[in-house]
């Protein structure tokens, strides 16, 4: 069994991280029983921790920047009692750069969306 094996020290990375995904496989199929699913049994059940986890990564992605800024406010809030000149300033520099990027990227699949129509419909 690879998995009892001891790994080399050499190996890069992204070996390691595949050995770990495949670990982790390993370890979910042998604790919920999915190593007994027909094919389409286990087709059905990755799909849905695929769906899952890739649900949380989106989420993340989203809303993990805003809530960490949301609570750096409480907490600047609390030690202080308020705002203050300087750290307002610092503050309102990091929202400028989260909403220019935020918007430049939404400029930017919007510029692809256009793109992507007006080439279907010249498809059509």
Sequence with gaps: M?????QPENLSALQRFGRWLRLKQY???????VYMFTPTEKFAFWSVVFLLCSLL?????????????FIIHRA???????????????????KDALSLATSSTARTMAAAATETAEHVSREL
């Design 2 to 6: 690879e998995y009892l094996t001891k």
């Design 27 to 33: 370890q979910i199929e042998v604790t919920f029983g």
């Design 57 to 69: 990564v989106i989420a993340t992605v989203l809303y993990l920047p805003q809530h960490l800024m």
């Design 76 to 94: 600047w809030f609390y030690v202080n009692g308020g705002d203050s000149g300087v750290a307002s300033n610092v503050v309102a520099g990091n």
